[in-house]
């Protein structure tokens, strides 16, 4: 299958299976999901929903919120029906589900990369503050904000995979920044982006640089964690994939690769712009 190909079932295949119920809310059926993943056997196919499930509990999300049991009939010859068990499942637990799938099918990982997407899409969608952002710069703070609230998180998760030296840390970042910005590390995007000693250079970047590092640094937070990783070469390359999935994902799509997005005034002049449109007391 041709790269085109792959591309082609990337961007249609888990839309075209994408339904809607009475409350005009997306869902995707377990059964027709099954099928798409390649698994042959309903079994075998529920234990990876379980898994998927449990790791929805422990993220702290109603379970019954993502994973609604349900029936569907269907034809056993002469046209006689049989009703067997079915799962209405939310693009969040489609998204578990891809991440416990085996790894080894082709179109696991394209539902990986499909469902990620959507998922950290529709959160954006559904933060009202973001929904009401009207200015690029209303835009870079919101988003400079979380990406410093994601990044604190996923330095968390390194510690806990044993990246715990400062020195250690920088080097794994690098690594995030290779993934996603083709093999640049953050002194070559510094110097590419033309910025002077001491500028940082994630407070130079516009929105949409700055949700393709947000992705990256929750991707790679949540998949440090879900593999258990506890060794810093495997923190490493595991940073590493997770920026060159998302590169791909730019790719796939159209994007603008960012290290070929301009650099910006700074973050901190667009605060202090918005502190003085805030009414005196």
């Given amino acids: 299958m041709t790269a085109k190909e792959m591309q082609k079932i990337h961007e249609s295949t888990f839309e075209s299976i994408r ?28 234990s990876v929903i379980e898994k998927a499930r449990q790791a929805c509990a422990n993220s702290g999300q109603e379970t019954a919120n993502h994973f609604l049991q349900t029936g569907k009939m269907v034809d056993i010859g002469s046209g006689a029906q049989r009703e067997i068990e079915d799962i209405e499942l939310s693009r969040y637990a489609c998204y578990l589900i891809v991440q416990n799938a085996d790894p080894a099918k082709p179109i696991v990982a394209l539902g990986q990369t499909y469902f990620a997407v959507q998922t950290r899409k529709q959160e954006l969608i559904e933060e009202s503050d973001y929904q009401n952002l009207k200015t690029e710069d209303e835009r870079r703070l919101f988003l400079r904000n979380q990406l410093k609230v994601h990044n604190q998180q996923l330095a968390g998760a390194a510690k806990n995979a044993g990246v715990v030296e400062p020195v250690d840390y920088a080097i794994f970042q690098d690594h995030g920044y290779k993934g996603l910005y083709g093999g640049l590390a953050s002194r070559d995007i510094h110097t590419r982006k033309g910025l002077k000693k001491g500028q940082q250079i994630l407070d130079h970047m516009g929105s949409t640089e700055l949700a393709a590092n947000l992705f990256r640094a929750t991707q790679a937070e949540e998949k440090l964690k879900r593999d258990n990783v506890k060794d810093k070469l495997t923190a490493n390359r595991t940073h590493f994939e997770v920026g060159k999935k998302v590169r791909k994902t730019i790719e796939e799509i159209g994007g603008t690769m960012p290290e070929n997005l301009p650099g910006v005034q700074s973050i901190k002049l667009v605060e202090r712009k918005q502190l003085k449109k805030l009414p005196k007391k």
């Fill in 19 to 46: 339904k809607a119920n009475q409350y005009g809310q997306d869902y995707w059926s377990a059964r027709t999901l099954q099928t798409v993943l390649g698994y042959s056997k309903w079994d075998k196919f529920l």
